[in-house]
């Protein structure tokens, strides 16, 4: 059973606008390369 997990980052951008980054580790584990993706809206 693999659990994957995922955890979301918060930026103040210029203006007062705010970025956000979801963050995981790919197949779920520790030794798997580091990806993101982000949003404008949480």
């Not at 979301?8 to 390369?33: C, F, H, N, P, S």
């Amino acid at each position: 059973m693999v659990c994957t997990m995922a955890t979301i980052g918060q930026r103040e951008l210029a203006g007062g606008m705010a970025r956000y980054w979801v963050k995981w580790r790919l197949g779920g584990t520790r030794d798997g390369a580091p990806r993101s993706e982000p949003f404008d809206s949480r």
